[in-house]
């Protein structure tokens, strides 16, 4: 890892900390279960992460393997977030599949775009793998505009909470570029 990475890693890491404390305190993890699990595991991966960036090979091993974690605990507290905002549409008996299915749309769309056309290196699994992170981020950025259009349209009022988790996400949705991502070359 370049000192710039690991610099970026540790204000995630403080900034990881600094957020269970506040969701601690405030006792949202009753709330936002799914939020918390993964702002822990956000705490535990940048951590072993920077723990073996000395050795590039597991280095590698270690990020794609935490990176199928982060894509789950991702998708449940996006999806936390949207059920707590969206509560009342989930009378209509159509509404709870509305989140499933642009997820799993979008996941289908992206492993498909990736499997036909993976990058140099990849071996299956690791586009399989790539392409579910990028769905995700598709997810991530596309939940946020559906929650401000769905908020501005109905006339919800600005939940703190789910929006900023919503907010947080579209955030890093759009902070690292694919390139950023190791890559045994």
Known sequence: MRKADILLSLVGLIEAGWLATVLVRRKSYREFPFFLLYVGFCIAFITLRLSVSSNYQLFFEVYWATEVIYVVLALLALHEAFRKVFAA????????????????????????????????????????????????????????????????????????????????????????????????S
């Open 89 to 184: 549409f989930y009378e209509k008996r159509w509404f709870w599949l509305f989140f499933p299915l642009v997820v799993i749309t979008i996941s289908a769309l992206a492993v498909v775009y990736r499997l036909g056309s993976p990058p140099a290196q990849a071996n299956q699994v690791m586009s399989f793998i790539i392409s579910l992170g990028m769905a995700v981020n598709l997810v991530q950025a596309l939940l946020f505009v559906l929650f401000f259009v769905l908020v501005w349209f109905n006339g919800i009022g600005w939940r703190e909470h789910p929006f900023g988790t919503v907010m947080g996400f579209a955030a890093i949705s759009i902070d690292t570029p694919p390139q950023a991502e190791p890559s045994l």
